[in-house]
Nanobody, 117 residues
Framework: QVEIVEPGGGPVQPGGSLTLSCTAS????????PSWYRQAPGKEREFVAS????????HYADVARGRFTISRDNFKSTVWLEMTNLEPDDTAVYYC??????????WGQGTQVIVSS
């Protein structure tokens, strides 16, 4: 049984930092492509970042490049999203997505991030 767990999230002030984590179980994580997406109120879910090839490469959306860092630990089956210099527009529900080598996709339950003073 596949499980994607995302603890963390919460309120943070503008300019602050927050790290999200996502741990997967029940799937071959080292060959998977874990990604982060987010959905702001009234908007569609959008891609934020992903890590491919076991962690040897990363890909970022323009809104994340330079401020967010995605990383992974294949032994812990965990992926992180370190977010810095947060802005109110970063307020959203952040979702972890894991795509396995056979193209199956699994989503976490989402974690709320609120950037506000």
């Amino acid at each position: 049984q596949v499980e994607i767990v995302e603890p963390g999230g919460g309120p943070v002030q503008p300019g602050g930092s927050l790290t999200l984590s996502c741990t997967a179980s029940g799937l071959p994580f080292s060959s998977a492509i874990p990604s982060w997406y987010r959905q702001a109120p009234g908007k569609e879910r959008e891609f934020v970042a992903s890590t491919l090839h076991g962690g040897r490469s990363t890909h970022y959306a323009d809104v994340a490049r330079g401020r967010f860092t995605i990383s992974r630990d294949n032994f812990k089956s965990t992926v992180w999203l370190e977010m810095t210099n947060l802005e109110p527009d970063d307020t959203a529900v952040y979702y972890c997505n894991v795509q396995t080598y056979n193209k199956s996709e699994y989503w976490g339950q989402g974690t709320q991030v609120i950037v506000s003073s």
